[in-house]
Structure formats: C-alpha cells, structure tokens
C-alpha cells in the first residue's frame, strides 16, 4: 500500500460525519420504538459467526456473497453477518428453543457483503428488522406488513409502497399444474426474473407467460393472476395475499410481481418488498420462511422483515436542521449550565478566550442565567 493511500476506505465502505450519525441514530430509535410497542423483543448477535451457522440455517442462503475467513483459534470457517435473520433464526432454534410461540424478536446492526446490491455500490448496511417465530400464516404476514410499514413512516419515510410476490411460485407451479422438468426449474426461474417472454417460451415455460403479465398495482394483478388460476394450485396463496392487502392497502399503495424473486433467497409462499418516495431503490424486504433446526428436530415456520434504511439516513441527513446550541462562556455557572440541559438545550462550553459560539455552531449564548440568541 502506498503512503497516501493510507487513509482510503475499501470500496463500498464509508464513515458516517454527526449529521449522517445523528440521522441513523434517529431513525434507528424511532423505528425499535415502533417494533418494541408492538412486543419484539430486541436480541443482540455477533458480528462473526462460524459459516455453518449462518449458511444452513434456512434453505438456499448463499455463501458467496460474505466475507469469510479461516479463526486462527477454531480453525474453522468463519463469516462476517450478511443478514441478521439467520442468526435471529439460531437463537430462536437454540437459546429460545423453549420460549413460547409465536416468538418476537427485532435487532438492528451493520452487516456485510462482498459485493454491493444491484446499482448500490455499499457493502456494509444497516439492517433493522422483526422476526415473528412459530408461523408463517396469513394474519402473521399481515403482522409483519403492517409493522414494517409503522416502523418505516415512524423512522421518516412518506409514500410508503409495497411489493407484494410469491417466492416459491415455479416450485408450487411445477409439481402439477405446470409440470416442468426438473432440469428445466432453474431456467424457467431465471427467465421469469428476467421478465424475458421469449427467453421463457425458448425454455420450455410458456405455461407461465401469464405470470408476466400479472404485475402492476394489486387490484387489478390479482384479478389477472385469479383468472391465470392452474387447478386450484394458488388458491389458498391468492386468498392470502387478498386479505394481507385489505389489511394494510389504507397505509401505502400496494403493487403485484408474482415472479419476483431477487433477494428472497430463502423466503416460501409470501414475500414483499418495500419502497418509499424520493428513494430510488427498495428499503427493505421480508415474507415467510422456515427455520431448519437441530437435526432430526422439524423445521420451524417463521414471518419477518428486514429494512437496509441506509438510503433514508441519508436523505435525512440531507434535510437542513435548525441548530439549538447553547453556548457556555468561560466562567459560567455550571448549576446554570446543568439546568439549562435538563431542560433540552444541547451546550458547548468554552475551552478558552477564543472560543467562537457562531463557528462551533451555537445559536444561543448563556447570559445572565439565560439562552439569549446570538
Ligand atoms: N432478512 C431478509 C428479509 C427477511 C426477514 N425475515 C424474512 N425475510 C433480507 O434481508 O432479505
């Protein structure tokens, strides 16, 4: 490394200045209000957990996208957390084994990525988020919905929308209403991400072209899907989704994607995604999902969301803030200065003479035991 380059940050890496803190800070507390009044209890996980632990806890987590690393004291492979989830997942199949069901629980931290997400060039985010343990029913998604939308508006975001889609379309589909072969699943999947008509008919999934076509806001996507309706195979999902946008359709605008599947790499019959205005790009996302336990134990079903508010930290941040700083002269009465505080002001006390109130950013100075504005 050169000399100069010694103070550079890897790729997709950044410090956060007060402002950018503070904003994180804020949405950070608002929204464990929200997730705490609504009885998720919050849990605290290690930044680093043994591979094993965070890949094979549910189904078709990818490894490639952590760091990982051999522990010289193990000798094992160790990760750095990409998605606090699984290990919200450990701690209900293990420490809370016994704790009663549906269990709630809510976290936040910094994870990481190898890479960053789509067109976000960040690999470390902030994740916060809820996980409701025991079920994956219809009234524990509309739950889960409605507390990611309270959390998000509490946290500052406005024009809240959410996607909803079913994660395990094609393997539900495939068994018997759209027969597929089983080397065939992988690529009819792929071209339905890619939205690619023709790509599906060359793979052999015509079958599933309406798919593509019920996308859009729900009312009317969930009519096209309905009418797609193969035997009976989406009845109980459609009826599901149904009452789950009836629930929160009067707290954000709801749209369809029932093919949509990027980030759910581990979610089963529901998953959303979660957008709000002046953000380009999602904010979250949660659904269903099971939780493999110990061996020979029965996997658990379990409901939850995840925000990456990052984004929104910075939008906030961006906002101008009124500042009301008090400034302290030298000499001042530090009685004063305590009660001063304890009423709300925020103090800067001079360190000495040259002390400016205007640079360090104060609006007010105490004067004769008063905030007077400077
Ligand atoms: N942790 C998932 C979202 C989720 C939480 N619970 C269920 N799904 C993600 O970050 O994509």
């Known amino acids: 490394m050169q000399d100069n380059d ?20 804020q949405v950070r507390r608002m929204a464990h209000d929200v997730l705490a009044s609504h009885g998720y209890e919050r849990v605290e996980t290690p930044l680093i957990e043994f591979e094993k632990a965070l890949a094979h806890r549910m189904a078709g987590v ?25 290990q919200v997942a450990r701690i209900a199949a293990t420490g809370l084994a ?24 960040r690999r470390e985010r902030l994740q916060l988020g809820a996980e409701l343990i025991g079920t994956d029913s219809v009234a524990a998604a509309a739950e889960i919905v409605e507390l990611a939308i309270e959390a998000l508006r509490a946290a500052g975001a406005t024009g809240i929308s959410v996607d909803f889609t079913l994660p395990d379309l094609v393997d539900t589909l495939s068994v018997e209403a759209l027969p597929l072969p089983e080397a065939r699943i992988a690529a009819v999947r792929q071209m339905l991400d890619a939205k690619d008509a023709g790509g599906l008919v060359d793979v052999g999934g015509e079958g599933y072209l309406p798919l593509l076509y019920a996308v859009g806001p729900f009312a009317s996507a969930i009519e096209r899907i309905a009418a797609f309706e193969c035997g009976g195979a989406l009845a109980s999902r459609i009826a599901g989704l149904r009452e789950i946008a009836a629930r929160v359709s009067d707290k954000a605008r709801i749209t369809l994607d029932p093919s949509e599947r990027h980030g759910f790499e581990y979610q089963s ?19 269903t999902y099971r939780i493999l336990g110990q061996t020979g134990h029965h996997p658990e079903s379990a409901t939850g969301f995840s925000l990456y508010p990052d984004p929104l930290v910075d939008l906030l941040a961006a906002e101008p803030q009124a500042q009301r700083k008090l400034f302290l002269p030298l000499g001042h009465d530090p ?4 009660q001063q505080r ?16 205007l640079a360090l950013g104060c609006s007010h100075k105490l004067e004769g035991g008063e905030a007077v504005a400077l």
Request: hydrophobic share 40%; proline share 6%.
């Open 6 to 25: 010694r103070d550079l940050l890897p790729e997709g890496l950044g410090d956060r200045l007060p402002q950018q803190a503070s904003a994180s800070q």
């Open 62 to 86: 990818q490894v490639r996208r952590m760091f990982r690393f051999v522990d010289s004291v193990s000798l094992r492979m160790l990760a750095l957390r990409s998605d606090m989830t699984a």
């Open 98 to 121: 016994e704790a009663p069901r549906p269990l709630r629980l809510s976290y936040s931290g910094q994870v990481c990525t190898i890479k960053g997400d789509g067109l976000d060039p």
């Open 269 to 287: 019959w529901f998953g959303f995604t979660i957008y709000a205005e002046g953000i380009s790009g999602s904010l979250g996302r949660g659904g």
């Open 335 to 338: 009685r004063v200065a305590g």
């Open 342 to 357: 304890a009423i709300g002001w925020t103090t800067v006390a001079a360190l000495s003479e040259s002390d400016d109130p």
